[in-house]
């Protein structure tokens, strides 16, 4: 019995192992992801993309807002 629950303690410290990475790989990939799109501050937008329902409208301003890059692009190609 002792072994059993040693063994249900050594998967729970795994089981919160994995959601803590989880979190952390989900925000470094949310930060490229707007670092790429050129919005500043980056990090901030990566970090309220973990919390849940808040992610959600984060990600529709993402979708919707006019992305720094664009905006840039569009000056080069007016500068032509």
């Known amino acids: 019995m002792e072994e059993f629950l040693n063994l249900l303690v050594g998967l729970e410290a795994l089981g919160?192992?994995?959601?803590?990475?989880?979190?952390l790989?989900?925000?470094?990939f949310w930060w490229l992801i707007f670092k790429k799109a050129g919005f500043?501050?980056?990090?901030?937008?990566?970090?309220?993309?973990?919390?849940?329902?808040l992610n959600i409208i984060m990600f529709l301003i993402f979708v919707f807002s006019d992305w720094?890059?664009?905006?840039e692009c569009e000056?080069?190609?007016r500068g032509r």
């Open 16 to 23: 919160i192992l994995a959601i803590f990475t989880s979190i």
């Open 25 to 28: 790989l989900l925000f470094v």
């Open 40 to 53: 500043t501050h980056s990090w901030i937008f990566g970090f309220l993309m973990v919390f849940p329902l």
């Open 68 to 71: 720094p890059i664009e905006e």
């Open 75 to 77: 000056k080069l190609r």
